[in-house]
């Protein structure tokens, strides 16, 4: 079998999101987005897929736009939806077409090879990860077996944590400690077996007027008002950014591991991971990265040989695709290190199911009191990550990734 | 899809193998042996196989037997052949009735929980990488793609080096250093792209008497006839065992490095990493291993973190099947550690044509001068490592593990 083509097909959707400088996200007006679906087309007929953004940018409003203020107004569009996408596409096309869709080891070792100098592609790195998982989709589709059971499966469904969006100045929104915690008391209804905080950024650094620098202190509050919120027996983890410096971070640390917290994400820049050695040498909580470091399944080897982690963390577009998370995790297995996932979707949620050492948690969001996560995207039939009452989200059985596609919603919405 | 069955069928088969108290192989008389094949039966009626010992040990004689003294008497059963393959199949059949054979990370979990004590399971090492083998068969047949192609393809054709026998005291066998550089000659006109040696072992240890203990300078005598025999440019391995101290392995490497070999193997007890760890950074030629040395990945790991070897090793039995030796392959992937895989089948094979990152040769045979590796064993219909006239090994595109039976030769010849 072989490759004969590779499409975009770029579609527009309704969004009740909007992006700040830094790249998160946040409630806005309703407005016009898009997303993009990638085939990979082989000769004999079998396509694979994948969405960019999969379904994690989907929620739908859940409230009064009008009696809003300060809403953000850039609309957010992923990395690989807009022009970029199809530059890049059109670039690896070439690399793709007459090679066996099946050898996913060499095409990703040609386009490897053209990260080196970015070979004039932009999002390269997305693009990587994003042919990846469209392949794996292809070959479960030919095999008639979800990714998961290609992979090996351990397991069909997983414990989800519901991850907060970053703090904002909205009221009744995310914008003090006590609407954490109000927040954090219906997401425990709603039936998630852990909670994550994203908690606040700098003051008027976007659209977005947040209010409040970000303080240690206020993170501790938030984090508190959460913990007496849910009760003792709550998972909470933290991703305080990258803002801090280490004696802030250790001192946030310290509280955390008061308030019976798991784990602390990202508090410092990545970059300098003689910051995160110190950290967790000195924090008895564990300390979990990187995410935003460059240098995919490598810099993830030297965050675990240099002890900069307890527990590692790796994404499908963080290291590459599903084949290179998998290795990583696989790595980590021997290892004896836990590695949690980063960001949700069909492609972790697959790569999730057949780990055997944890991963424990599958990161369902991003979350906020104005949007409802539990709404099926409207080009889907049914939602990529079902999450039972008792915050198990379920595997799909269906072949390859397990999209389930509403095609009548794309035709009508297509851009181009 | 369910498990509901696994059957072991054993039957008889001509060999000219024997023996050695350590498990090494010589050529015997012509005696009767037997080989096992494991079923993996589901409810769909899909089935998975896997062959013990899968082809390597099934030459077929070409010398005259009367002219020759001192045969092995001891047949070779390869672990798993005998009636402790079925004592372990029987323990291990509740396990594994009932489950999802795609499921392969739970079924690896709860195997090796048997491990801890052994689980009353004889051999059950072996056991959990023939299991793992089955089912990567049975999800290739399902799907109707090899397995290399499941783990995602990388090449389709691997250079194989011709993998030289444990050497004897059989006239024009490989008794002395010219009988090793006569038969490197006749290997290097086959085509092969490497010669690996075993040299001898101890006098009288076993059935097989072997003259002479084993000798660095004699090592070293045979290492200088094959180079001869060869030239400069054929690459050169050496699998020493693992009688030598420290000073004596050191002395071989230096002579080696001269002759240009490229790598040194097993040439002391590999239960001491302290001895490996010394060696490495002594030697300039790399150093491979562990082989033989308990523990799968974690004791490859502890390896590489500590420079006892240079090169990895592993192979589909030695970690726990092809599940487990990916998982291996991909953490030398990461550290950039080449990895080379212990002993030849289509397990093996499969997964090397999935490897990124070297993993460089294919181990074929063992060889001897009184031995033709190029006989189709008669319960295949084609082989399982057709090698080329230019010494490449070509991976099978039929579904599975690519095993092409010959069922009537297997039920004219079943044993129970």
Do not use: H, N
């Given at each position: 079998m072989k490759i004969v083509d590779v499409n975009v097909t770029r579609f527009k959707k309704k969004t009740w999101l909007g992006v700040d400088k830094d790249g998160h996200m946040h409630p806005s007006k309703e407005k016009i987005s898009q997303t993009a679906l990638i085939e990979i087309v082989t000769d004999d007929g079998f396509v694979g897929r994948y969405f960019t953004a999969d379904n994690y940018l989907t929620p739908s409003a859940r409230y009064d736009e009008n009696t809003l203020t300060n809403l953000c107004s850039g609309s957010y569009i992923p990395a690989?939806?807009?022009d970029s996408l199809r530059d890049a596409i059109r670039k690896v096309r070439p690399v793709l077409i007459g090679e066996d869709p099946f050898c996913r080891e060499r095409i990703y070792r040609k386009l490897f090879r053209m990260q080196?100098?970015?070979?004039?592609?932009?999002?390269l790195d997305e693009i990587i990860g994003i042919i990846d998982c469209a392949l794996w989709d292809l070959a479960g589709r030919y095999a008639n077996l979800p990714v998961y059971k290609l992979l090996g499966g351990h397991r069909a469904r997983i414990p989800a944590y519901g991850s907060i969006m970053a703090g904002d100045n909205y009221q009744s929104g995310l914008a003090t400690p006590e609407d954490y915690g109000e927040y954090a008391k219906h997401l425990k209804e709603r039936g998630y077996q852990g909670i994550k905080l994203h908690t606040w950024m700098e003051e008027n650094w976007s659209d977005c007027v947040i209010s409040g620098k970000p303080a240690v202190e206020r993170d501790i509050e938030a984090c508190r008002a959460v913990r007496e919120a849910v009760g003792e027996e709550m998972p909470l983890f933290i991703d305080a950014f990258h803002d801090y410096n280490r004696f802030e971070a250790l001192k946030l640390g310290r509280e955390l591991e008061k308030l019976r917290f798991e784990w602390i994400e990202e508090p410092m820049d990545e970059y300098n991971m003689e910051d995160y050695k110190w950290l967790a040498r000195e924090l008895d909580i564990p300390v979990i990265g990187p995410e935003t470091a460059k240098g995919k399944s490598q810099t993830r080897l030297q965050w675990i040989l240099n002890g900069a982690c307890d527990i590692c963390r790796a994404g499908v577009m963080d290291v590459g695709g599903i084949t290179q998370l998998m290795k990583t995790i696989h790595m980590c297995e021997i290892f004896g290190i836990p590695v949690e996932l980063h960001s949700p979707g069909a492609a972790t949620l697959h790569t999730m199911a057949a780990m055997m050492i944890p991963g424990r948690y599958y990161e369902r969001g991003l979350l906020h009191p104005f949007l409802d996560y539990d709404v099926t995207p409207p080009w889907f039939n049914t939602p990529v990550d079902y999450m039972d009452e008792d915050g198990f989200v379920h595997v799909s059985?269906?072949?390859?990734?397990g999209y389930d596609i509403n095609w009548d919603y794309i035709k009508d919405n297509r851009c181009d």
């Open positions: 690989g939806t807009g080196r100098l970015g070979g004039s592609v932009p999002i059985d269906r072949a390859g990734l």
